[in-house]
């Protein structure tokens, strides 16, 4: 049987705590703590959810165009990225 082994869940509830853990995250080795936690909120939340993320990290003083050890920022990054319009939408409107 091919495929996920667990159900795919679409409506978990994102309350602003849970938002928030990701800025208690740690970057691995010599990585940009701040590109690390973006990059991770990135990839694990939806759009109207980083929203609220993205408040958050600017208001604790975190560099929303951290890069990565390549110079790139979570922006370049989501550019390629089929559903990274709406984060760049959001970066955009961040200021």
């Known amino acids: ?16 705590d849970r938002v928030k853990s990701f800025l208690n995250m740690q970057s691995y080795g010599d990585e ?14 939806r759009p109207a959810d980083f929203k609220r993320f993205l408040t958050f990290f600017i208001e604790a003083g975190r560099q929303p165009d951290a890069t990565d050890k390549d110079g790139r920022t979570l922006w370049d990054i989501a550019e390629k990225h089929r559903q990274g319009a709406d984060f760049i939408k959001i970066r955009a409107q961040a200021g």
Do not use: N
């Open 1 to 16: 049987m091919a495929g996920p082994t667990q159900p795919q869940v679409t409506d978990e509830v994102w309350d602003d």
């Open 32 to 45: 940009s703590e701040d590109f690390h936690i973006l990059l991770k909120a990135y990839r694990g939340m």
